[in-house]
């Protein structure tokens, strides 16, 4: 029984590649290979989204760039003491580093490397 049934299929092939119909024969074919891995594909797409990770940006809101020394600083509670002992020691008037223009923030972190953290 097993012998005709392969018997069958093969005469049908062939059948079918005389006919003219090679064509249709050659998709059917490829798409039993192709099917799986379409499969795997589609299911694994939405896992390697979740995995992508978020850009650096979000993370490091609070993260201030300084050019002269080329590093970054953590602008947090402790840093904010620092720029407000720096403006009373240097005379100036309590305002936000980031109202500060380029010079006067280039001017604190020249200040704030030469005064390690202890605020």
Excluded at 55 to 77: F, S
Excluded at 84 to 113: D, G, T, V
Aim: with cysteine; glycine share 0%.
């Amino acid at each position: 029984m097993k012998h005709l049934s392969s018997l069958v299929s093969c005469t049908l092939t062939a059948a079918a590649l005389r006919c003219g119909h090679l064509e249709d024969y050659n998709m059917q074919r490829s798409l039993r290979y192709f099917a799986p891995l379409f499969l795997t594909a589609a299911l694994a797409a939405p896992v390697a989204i979740i995995a992508v990770p978020v850009p650096q940006e979000v993370h490091d809101q609070n993260r201030v760039y300084d050019k002269d020394h080329k590093d970054y600083h953590e602008w947090n509670d402790n840093e904010n003491r620092a720029w407000q002992h720096y403006l009373s020691e240097n005379h100036h008037k309590s305002y936000e580093f980031s109202k500060a223009n380029e010079k006067q923030q280039s001017q604190y972190w020249n200040w704030r490397h030469s005064h390690p953290d202890k605020y």
